[in-house]
């Protein structure tokens, strides 16, 4: 009996090594590359920790540039961060801050400038947001056209009424009040009733002579009459 034992350990331990000589270098490379694979996560992770601490600090620094109305400070600063950290949510709102204090301060060029590289570099809503803003400098320049296309760059749902709203200010300023009417109508039909953003383009409307009330009685007289 204890030879027979004897006799099923050896074919068991024959058994492991000859796994273990067919399969022992995959299991050990495939280990390698999980313990390499989780190390540069670890790796990955602290850095983008520090990152993240260190385009915080930088932020700040735009911030009270911002605040001392200092569009070289910001600028400056603005320009470490697109050279250090480009990839940071951070460094798209130093952008975004940074073109508001130049602009204030009539360096439109500079604006536009730092606009452009949030609304090419920054996620879907910054760049959407920087589109927009591209898009009211320039018009503020009688570029119209470009302002315009600045506007077709914006595809995201939540900008809907933002975009028709300032397309209707671009229109107004070439003079076209019919085309801005319908770019305002729009704007103010996107708008939930509860946003006070709505009571703007209702003014805006209203100066036109098609105050959105007074369409709407308008078409349920007509309704009536039809009846």
């Known amino acids: 009996m ?4 004897d006799l099923q350990e050896q ?3 024959d058994a492991l090594k000859a796994f273990w000589a067919q399969y022992g270098n995959l299991i050990l490379w495939t280990l390698t590359i999980v313990l390499a694979a989780f190390a540069a996560y670890n790796i990955w992770l602290a850095r983008e920790r520090s990152h ?6 930088m932020f700040g620094s735009v911030e009270s ?5 200092d569009p070289a400070r910001a600028a400056t600063v603005f ?3 697109k050279s250090q950290l480009p990839r940071t949510t951070y460094t798209q709102q130093a952008g975004l801050l940074a073109a508001k204090v130049q602009a204030d301060k009539g360096l439109t060029a500079d604006a536009i400038a730092s606009l452009q590289w949030v609304a090419d570099n920054g996620n879907p809503e910054n760049s959407a947001v920087a589109h927009l803003r591209l898009a009211g400098l320039l018009a503020d320049t009688k ?3 470009e302002a315009l296309k600045q506007l077709d760059l914006v595809t995201l749902p939540s900008f809907v009424a933002l975009v028709a709203d300032r397309r209707g200010d671009i229109l107004l300023a070439q003079g076209q009040k019919d085309a801005a009417t319908t770019a305002y109508k729009a704007a ?4 939930p009733g509860t946003r006070q953003y709505r009571f703007v383009v209702e003014a805006k409307l209203t100066a036109l002579g098609a105050a959105p009330a007074a369409s709407a009685a308008a078409s349920g007289a007509a309704s009536g009459v039809a009846q």
């Open 188 to 191: 103010w039909q996107a708008l």
């Open 52 to 57: 993240a601490t260190q385009a915080s600090s």
């Open 79 to 81: 320009s470490d961060m």
């Open 143 to 145: 570029k119209y056209p």
């Open 11 to 13: 074919e068991q331990v």
């Open 2 to 5: 204890a030879q027979q034992l």
């Open 65 to 69: 540039a911002a605040d001392a109305h």
